[in-house]
């Protein structure tokens, strides 16, 4: 199983940004797909999770109504679009896949918000 995230950068605040996780070994219809983010001299924080049921989708309190994930099942790939992106959104963003056989993680795409 691989999860490879790209789209991270640089951003003024306001502004938006799209980051993509591309999956191998494993089907993103399947099952739950997530994205975290860490901050610098902080936890993992869970983002937002698409549930393999119904496409339902969950999102944490600090990005309700700015974040939307969604996935591409043609193209195996999960996104996270953000909008109006604030300084405090600048993190390391990790892609997460919960299978039967346990948790995968992809490498991380930096996420800078900044003026």
């Known amino acids: 199983v691989q999860l490879v995230e790209s789209g991270g950068g640089w951003v003024l605040p306001g502004g938006s940004l799209r980051v993509s996780c591309a999956a191998s070994?494993?089907?993103?219809?399947?099952?739950?797909m997530s994205w975290h983010r860490q901050a610098p001299g902080k936890g993992r924080e869970l983002v937002a999770t698409?549930?393999?049921?119904?496409?339902?989708?969950n999102y944490g309190d600090s990005v309700k109504g700015r974040f939307t994930i969604s996935r591409d099942n043609a193209k195996n790939t999960v996104y996270l679009q953000m909008n109006s992106l604030k300084t405090e959104d600048t993190a390391v963003y990790y892609c997460?896949?919960?299978?039967?056989?346990?948790?995968?993680w992809g490498q991380g795409t930096q996420v800078n918000v900044s003026s």
């Open positions: 070994g494993i089907s993103v219809s399947r099952y739950a």
């Open positions: 997460n896949a919960k299978t039967y056989g346990g948790d995968y």
């Open positions: 698409i549930f393999s049921i119904d496409d339902i989708t």
